[in-house]
């Protein structure tokens, strides 16, 4: 006596069913000269590049490239602290805490720059930890300021962006000057005394 057989319809026929009425449509589709409609048409995919973003303080990266990684792209200047240095496939790049100096806007610092003199109390503010990274040009500039005292002539020297990176207070607020990539070319410290 045979085996009855379950319900369950035919593995065969459950797998080459939908192929079988997929061929069908296309040919009957070519047949008749019909053909995908252009909203169905595929296209390539473009994925619109991520804005500059803010370094997160705590250590983890926020998702940043500008084709070159800078995150201050559009700025011709910055102010702040060079929290550290990083290598990117060779090239320097310096982890900028941005400050702010009292009354001067950021969008002034960002367009103009701030001028470099001495100061006994520091005008500046930190604005909560707000950290940028920026590539560093093989031919960067940095000049170091030193104020012995208020009443004595800023001392200045040629630098490096190593010794930038490591200044203590009052001297370790520096203006860095960029180009149209948000590469830095120049950076030079404000002299506390």
């Known amino acids: 006596m045979p085996t009855p057989r379950t319900s369950r319809p035919s593995t065969l026929t459950t797998r080459t069913l939908p192929l079988a009425v997929a061929a069908v449509l296309t040919l009957g589709l070519s047949a008749c000269g019909g053909s995908t409609p252009a909203a169905q048409q595929p296209t390539d995919a473009v994925t619109p590049a991520a804005a500059p973003s803010a370094v997160d303080p705590a250590g983890s990266d926020a998702t940043t490239d500008s084709g070159n990684g800078s995150d201050v792209v559009g700025r011709n200047f910055d102010l702040g602290t060079i929290d550290k240095l990083e290598d990117r ?18 969008t002034d610092i960002a367009e103009h720059g701030l001028a470099i003199k001495p100061f006994t109390t520091p005008p500046f503010e930190n604005l909560g930890r707000t950290l940028f990274r920026i590539p560093v040009s093989p031919d960067a500039t940095f000049v170091y300021h030193h104020c012995v005292a208020p009443d004595q002539p800023v001392q200045s020297q040629s630098s490096d962006l190593h010794q930038m990176s490591s200044l203590g207070e009052p001297e370790d607020i520096v203006v860095v000057t960029l180009d149209e990539e948000g590469v830095m070319t120049h950076a030079e410290n404000e002299p506390g005394c």
């Open 89 to 106: 496939d060779g090239v320097p790049v310096a982890v900028l805490d941005r400050f702010t100096a009292n009354g001067v806007s950021d």
